[in-house]
């Protein structure tokens, strides 16, 4: 991605493109629908605005209240602009999406950061102003912002497609560094949280608005994958995030250490603790997951999650073995072939069995076909055949489930 590129992502986020409506917008300087004004609430005074749907200088004023036109087409018309400038290959349904939802992800921060009570000030404004017209300079240094600009020239291209939105920038500045704040433990990744938890909270109360604007745009409305979801126990708690472990058991605490655990599963990751559905240590949960990053910090390689919900379950379902034959049991496992942790799939319930051998715990499960799945702690795991599960469960003495 050269400088151009990177000044463009800052003026709008990543995004991708459009071909054919948005070409002839900006290549063609092919006229543009008449748009509906937004209105804004002064102390004193409504002030209706022009058809171009640019807000005055009095926008910046620290009791402006927001547009009640919760969407607006010519500030969306200037993400399809630079999704275009970055990717011209894509089509005009990708395009369009791809748009929308970084706008809908803006406007998403002002209105969250509203519902907890974070405004910002006058100077706040004008500093993301600021901030805002000196990227939009940057621009000039390649030609192609003369097709970003559409023939307006910087000043006019600002005060018509930047200015309206310098609220939700300002918002989203405010709402990170409020999460930072927030999430110590998860402060390389706290700017996605927010984002992610703003989004949710707009989807939650602004469905409607959002699927209209959509639909008017011509906008394909797809429905969002809600995440994956991972059964274990939480670990550790540090300052408003804990660590969570896939397919540890809460038993797995009183016999392991925290090092121990995490060796074992080799899954370990941060979440952030929720305010209304906070977690404790040796709670075992399923919670659902939109993503996560890995980094490495002080040589460790740590990975934080962007969680989407948590359901508390009971780890009653392990069965444990007294084991009376175990010399026959190790004779069998001397034919095992122990595999490392990344070379198995990882199971996402509680074991069906458990047993000690040689002071060491081993847990089973049921696979498909009734096959044996098992792992030993420090050994690693393996998942055996039909018939090597067959001659341990008769050695075993269990029953088929």
């Not at 444990?320 to 990344?342: A, G, R, S, V």
Request: aromatic share 12%; charged share 25%.
């Amino acid at each position: 991605m050269n400088e151009w590129q990177k000044e463009l992502v800052k003026v709008a986020g990543e995004m991708s493109t459009s071909k054919e409506r948005i070409k002839k917008r900006i290549l063609r300087q092919q006229p543009t629908k008449q748009k509906k004004p937004i209105r804004f609430a002064l102390l004193t005074i409504v002030v209706t605005l022009c058809l171009a749907g640019f807000v005055s200088v009095q926008l910046l004023n620290k009791d402006t209240k927001q547009a009640t036109q919760m969407f607006n087409e010519k500030q969306f018309e200037h993400f399809e602009h630079v999704v275009y400038l970055m990717w011209p290959e894509q089509g005009e349904e990708f395009s369009k999406r791809e748009a929308y939802q970084k706008y809908e992800q803006l406007v998403a921060y002002y209105y969250f950061a509203k519902s907890l009570g974070i405004t910002s000030t006058k100077e706040e404004l004008e500093t993301e102003k600021k901030a805002r017209y000196d990227e939009l300079v940057m621009l000039q240094d390649s030609p192609q912002y003369m097709e970003l600009f559409q023939g307006l020239g910087l000043k006019q291209y600002f005060r018509t497609y930047i200015e309206p939105m310098i609220p939700f920038y300002a918002a989203r500045k405010e709402l990170n560094a409020f999460y930072e704040k927030k999430y110590p433990t998860l402060a390389r990744t706290a700017d996605q949280i927010a984002a992610r938890d703003a989004l949710r909270y707009f989807q939650t109360h602004f469905a409607e608005q959002s699927i209209a604007f959509q639909k008017k745009m011509g906008i394909v409305n797809r429905t969002h994958s809600q995440g994956s979801i991972y059964v274990g126990t939480v670990i550790k708690i540090e300052d408003n995030a804990f660590l969570f472990v896939e397919g540890a058991i809460p038993e797995d605490l009183t016999k392991l250490s925290e090092e121990q655990i995490m060796k074992k599963y080799n899954n370990a990751t941060w979440y952030p603790n929720l305010d209304d559905s906070p977690v404790k240590v040796g709670d075992y949960i399923s919670l659902e997951s939109s993503g996560s990053m890995s980094y490495e910090e002080n040589g460790v390689e740590v990975t934080n999650g962007f969680l989407n919900s948590i359901e508390w379950i009971e780890p009653t379902v392990t069965k444990k073995l007294t084991i009376q034959n175990e010399q026959e049991i190790i004779q069998f496992f001397q034919q095992t072939d122990w595999q490392t942790p990344d070379n198995y799939k990882k199971m996402n319930q509680p074991p069906a069995y458990s047993f000690m051998l040689e002071g060491v715990r081993v847990d089973v499960w049921f696979s498909y076909g009734q096959t044996l799945y098992l792992q030993k702690v420090e050994s690693g795991t393996i998942h055996l055949n039909q018939k090597r599960s067959e001659q341990l469960k008769a050695i075993l003495g269990l029953q088929e489930s």
